[in-house]
């Protein structure tokens, strides 16, 4: 062989770097097992229908002044400050945006599930109100969009974190919500156990799977609740430049898949996952309103919160291979 | 470090010696399903992050993992459907992980090709003995699988050294996927004097870089490929070429993204001079007819 010299430029690894102690069947960690999708039982929607529709609108602030501890989170203010531009549009979406959204699932016949983060209701009581009227299903968002849920976030302070959210919703609203949303779908190590400790039923923050699925957590199991990110509205229009028009075209597309997947299969969920301070802007409306006619025209579809989707799915594990596969 | 990769010698697409594929095809077609794992918690390598958030990356990792529980068995669908064989580029530890993806697709003759051990295991900073250790891991882990050892490499994450070509021939490898330079094979330099060919494995029409580094919509991919694939059908008939799509669960398997990759595979397995096969199929036939009169040309230095 030869002696060719290597002309590395990187520093080097020692041999731990070929070691692999997570090696072995199943996941890399405990928190849930693993498990094919098609090899579940297959699920039953209520009046026997094929596909749970769950509209998801994000309602969030956007400080001004970031701390971006411990990281900072996407469609945070990126400008020096004072951030005008963003902080206006980001909060765009609060006056005006979430209110043309609303009428457009009204039109369509959608009942929406409202992920909010607890300091909106706080600065804004009327829309707060307006929420509590409707009684839309509320999922805890963390405080606002300048408290990630990440690693190196204090235990205890991110429990007071998730305490504080959380009573602040259930007064706002009259009810403790069951469901919860981190920022930016980050968590810290200790986010699941401290969310389940805080009375949360099911979490969104996990993009593994297209069904509800058992997650283990200190105290109990949590269900993971399947809240897309590659179709989100964010994702597809802000993020990677995509039109509103193919946005609409991809729900749709999604809608159609799981359909007939369901129809093979049992049934499936399609997320549809909202920004107000995206889908809110008047050059976006028609196509959100376009892509709910479509999905909601179909045979088979079940409109249904986040909790009720969950509370279907749980229905249905009945025995506890099952609920912890 | 070198300004040349010093793989290949630059050798001008027109007038090559006619490339001719079994039963008079114009065009070989591959499809190589990325069959991936990522740790969640992988020991950090000093030239490159693994995950852009600190521990637990949720993201970043749970997408990949939808792959796997969702998107494999909705992809190795649609293959059977039109009669194509995947070529795996496979982590190899998921034959531990999860070897009920492993069984489907042995059950299915797929090729299997190495795509190192796990893919949050960079090469960058191995020495050379680290680096063949840890090919020879993968190769001999496929072989406890399949019965066979691999013929191809794709590395990690797309991590290279400059010798991990000339390690991969030297443990026995024929061909790789880590070259994005023709539309066809071509003969490539390894130290150790070996037969070893480029596969072309297209970067442009990988559903990963399409959809994260590109940022293209589902169905303008599929015109993409149904392009891509006009074009080189038609210089097939001068001299056959290759078209490769690789794919990941977790990208192309997606709700929204998948119809537009069926009706693409429906319109080339609809063409009647189409050689559908694997990537180690078309090394083998090109060693076996073509790579000879190919070393001829390139040597001759022949004007373009």
Same mark, same amino acid.
């Given at each position: 062989m030869s002696t060719q010299s290597v002309t590395s430029p990187h520093p080097p690894v020692d041999d731990?770097?070929?070691?692999?102690?997570? #090696?072995?069947?199943?996941?890399? #960690?405990?928190?849930y097992a693993w498990s094919m999708l098609t090899d579940r039982k297959p699920v039953v929607w209520p009046d026997g229908k094929k596909l749970a529709v769950w509209v998801n609108l994000s309602l969030e602030h956007f400080p001004l002044?970031?701390?971006?501890?411990p990281v900072k989170l996407p469609g945070g203010m990126s400008m020096p400050y004072p951030d005008l531009r963003h902080y206006t549009l980001r909060d765009y979406g609060n006056r005006v945006g979430v209110y043309r959204l609303l009428e457009a699932f009204d039109k369509a016949g959608v009942r929406p599930t409202l992920a909010i983060n607890a300091l909106l209701v706080e600065r804004y009581p009327q829309l707060a109100g307006l929420i509590r009227e409707r009684s839309n299903d509320v999922i805890a968002h963390s405080?606002?969009?300048?408290t990630a849920h990440a690693g190196g976030l204090d235990e205890v302070a991110e429990a007071e974190l998730i305490k504080c959210s959380i009573d602040t919703l259930t007064t706002a609203f009259g009810r403790t919500p069951s469901g919860w949303l981190s920022p930016g779908k980050l968590e810290s190590p200790n986010t699941p156990d401290l969310i389940k400790a805080a009375g949360?039923?099911?979490?969104?923050?996990?993009?593994?799977?297209?069904m509800p699925y058992a997650f283990h957590t200190k105290h109990g199991d949590l269900t993971a609740m399947p809240l897309s990110t590659e179709i989100e509205d964010r994702s597809v229009?802000?993020?990677?430049?995509?039109?509103e028009q193919s946005w609409a075209e991809q729900v749709m597309d999604a809608c159609d898949l799981l359909l007939a997947e369901a129809n093979e299969q049992g049934g499936r969920i399609l997320s549809i996952p909202l920004h107000a301070w995206v889908m809110g802007q008047p050059h976006r409306i028609k196509h959100v309103e376009a892509a709910l006619a479509y999905v909601m025209s179909k045979p088979g579809v079940w409109n249904a919160s986040a909790g009720e989707i969950c509370a279907a799915w749980r229905g249905q594990q009945t025995d506890d291979a099952n609920i912890n596969a | 470090m070198k300004d040349d990769p010093g793989y290949y010698d630059y050798w001008p697409?027109?007038?090559?010696?006619k490339i001719t594929w079994p039963n008079g095809a114009k065009l070989a077609f591959w499809v190589a399903p990325n069959i991936e794992f990522y740790e969640l918690n992988p020991p950090k390598n000093p030239s490159r992050a693994?995950?852009?958030?600190?521990?637990?990356?949720v993201p970043g990792y749970s997408i990949r993992d939808y792959g796997n529980r969702v998107g494999h068995m909705r992809q190795t669908k649609l293959l059977d459907k039109y009669g194509i064989r995947g070529s795996i580029s496979l982590s190899t530890a998921l034959c531990t992980h999860h070897p009920e993806i492993i069984d489907m697709c042995r059950e299915r003759d797929w090729e299997f090709f190495t795509?190192?051990?796990?893919?949050?295991?960079?090469?960058?900073?191995?020495t050379e003995a680290q680096e063949r250790a840890m090919i020879l891991e993968s190769m001999e882990t496929i072989e406890r699988a399949v019965g066979k050892l691999p013929a191809g490499y794709l590395a990690p994450a797309l991590s290279h050294s400059e010798v991990t070509i000339d390690l991969f021939a030297e443990l026995?490898?024929?061909?790789?996927?880590?070259?994005?330079?023709?539309?066809q094979p071509t003969p490539v330099h390894v130290r150790s004097g070996r037969r070893f060919v480029s596969v072309p494995y297209s970067l442009e029409l990988n559903d990963t870089i399409v959809?994260?580094?590109?940022?293209?919509?589902p169905r303008r991919y599929g015109r993409m490929i149904k392009d891509s694939f006009d074009r080189l059908y038609a210089e097939g008939s001068t001299s056959g070429t290759v078209m490769c799509i690789p794919t990941h669960n977790y990208q192309v398997s997606c709700p929204h993204r998948l119809s537009a990759f069926e009706e693409a595979l429906e319109y080339i397995t609809g063409?009647?001079?189409?050689?559908?096969?694997t990537g180690r199929e078309i090394a083998d036939y090109y060693l076996a007819h073509h790579y000879d009169a190919a070393l001829a040309d390139i040597k001759s230095g022949r004007k373009a």
């Open positions: 731990g770097y070929l070691d692999y102690p997570a #090696h072995r069947y199943g996941m890399d #960690h405990d928190r002044n970031p701390a971006g501890k405080w606002s969009m300048d949360i039923e099911y979490f969104c923050d996990w993009v593994n799977d297209d229009v802000v993020e990677n430049f995509q039109s | 697409y027109s007038n090559r010696p693994a995950w852009p958030h600190p521990y637990p990356a795509h190192g051990i796990y893919n949050t295991r960079y090469t960058y900073g191995m026995g490898g024929t061909y790789t996927c880590d070259l994005f330079h023709d539309d959809y994260v580094v590109n940022k293209i919509e063409h009647p001079d189409v050689w559908v096969t």
